[in-house]
């Protein structure tokens, strides 16, 4: 079965620092990947995504993540974070079939001290 | 601009009540989906459903049930409301056809004592 794993279930980090969250996903196919973010007391709001083409994707608020096949791995990443930044990042994956389901990893709680 | 928008926010319910909580899109989406989120787990799927009359049950189906009348509505039933179904509800569309960018509503926070 299909599965998706962050490996950090809550980050602290200082604003200006740099981010990077792990995510590794278990299917050899064709993979569809995506993070989404929630504020807190908000609704799920897309980030990026990943169909095809270019390893290296760029998404809103400065947020960039990298496909790396070899790897499993599709890691998120923002060079300096900010206290608005807060917040709960999922990796997900489409799962399998043309259902448009998605399979979410634990989630990780970044918390941003001003 | 609505979007997804679920209905109510938040419910506590007891033990053996049945509820259900309201999903409508105004995107004209075929595909919707209720996810379930518990802290330290991600969200899970419970149902989805590809157009209007058809329902799937997903990874978490256990206690619940779903109806697709019509392609903006797609309300989760409760019937027999247990513990284990204190949790943050999710409903989500999509377009379908090979666009797999999922839209959320708020979610509805449920509590059951």
């Known amino acids: 079965a299909q599965s998706v794993s962050q490996h950090n279930h809550h980050v602290i980090l200082s604003e200006a620092a740099s981010l990077e969250l792990g995510c590794n996903y278990s299917?050899?196919?064709?993979?569809?990947l995506f993070w989404y973010v929630q504020y807190p007391g908000q609704h799920l709001q897309l980030l990026l995504k990943?169909?095809?083409?270019?390893?290296l994707v760029k998404g809103i608020k400065g947020f960039e993540a990298e496909f790396i096949k070899s790897k499993f791995s599709f890691n998120l990443r923002k060079p300096s974070v900010q206290w608005s930044d807060t917040a709960e990042y999922f990796c997900?994956?489409?799962?399998?079939?043309?259902?448009?389901?998605?399979?979410f990893g634990q989630g990780t709680t970044l918390q941003v001290k001003p | 601009n609505a979007g997804v928008t679920q209905t109510p926010k938040f419910r506590i319910l007891k033990i053996g009540q049945s509820m259900t909580l309201q999903c409508t899109q105004d995107?004209?989406?075929?595909?919707m989906y209720w996810y379930r989120q518990d802290p330290g787990m991600g969200l899970k799927l419970i149902y989805y459903?590809?157009?209007?009359?058809?329902?799937d049950k997903g990874e978490v189906p256990n206690g619940y049930n779903v109806s697709r009348s019509t392609t903006e509505d797609f309300p989760l039933r409760l019937e027999l409301a247990a513990p284990s179904q204190t949790s943050v509800y999710f409903c989500?569309?999509?377009?379908?056809?090979?666009?797999?960018?999922?839209?959320f509503g708020q979610g509805t926070r449920l509590t059951v004592v």
């Open positions: 990943y169909f095809s083409g270019d390893p």
């Open positions: 995107m004209n989406h075929n595909y």
């Open positions: 459903s590809v157009g209007a009359g058809i329902t």
């Open positions: 989500a569309s999509n377009l379908g056809q090979g666009h797999t960018e999922a839209f």
């Open positions: 997900a994956v489409k799962g399998s079939g043309n259902t448009g389901k998605l399979i």
């Open positions: 299917y050899g196919g064709t993979v569809n």
